[in-house]
Nanobody, 125 residues
């Protein structure tokens, strides 16, 4: 139904920067939020940052002031700029979208959620 093209992960030293990009495509009628979640080994998946089409953002406390999420000019595309990276930021980062896949889903008041397969971010010296 909904698929993602994710890019930008990799290995970086503490204090370094990375930028993640995500484009969503497929059966998408409307969107509420796009963004990123992450999952570290042995931990539950957690929200990193999300954004709406009118640029309303939500950030996890752990990344506030270091990460910035933005909409890319192309529709259904977001970018996450990650600065001052720490070892605890090491995780698989997955793109996220909430919305409706069709008009019927919207009328029913549903909120469908989708996650990408993820890209590895490793912060290590």
């Amino acid at each position: 139904q909904v698929q993602f093209i994710e890019s930008g992960g990799g290995l970086v030293q503490p204090g370094g920067s990375l930028r993640l990009s995500c484009t969503a495509y497929g059966s998408i009628y409307n969107t509420y939020r796009m963004g990123w979640y992450r999952q570290a080994p042995g931990k539950q998946r957690e929200l990193v940052a999300t954004i709406t089409s009118d640029n309303s953002t939500i950030y996890a406390d752990a990344v506030k002031g270091r990460f910035t999420i933005s909409n890319v000019n192309a529709k259904l595309a977001v970018r996450l700029q990650m600065n001052s990276l720490k070892s605890e930021d090491t995780a698989v980062y997955s793109c996220y979208l909430s919305g409706n896949s069709n008009y019927e889903s919207l009328l029913a008041g549903n909120v469908d959620e989708y996650w990408g397969q993820g890209t590895q971010v490793t912060v290590s010296s």
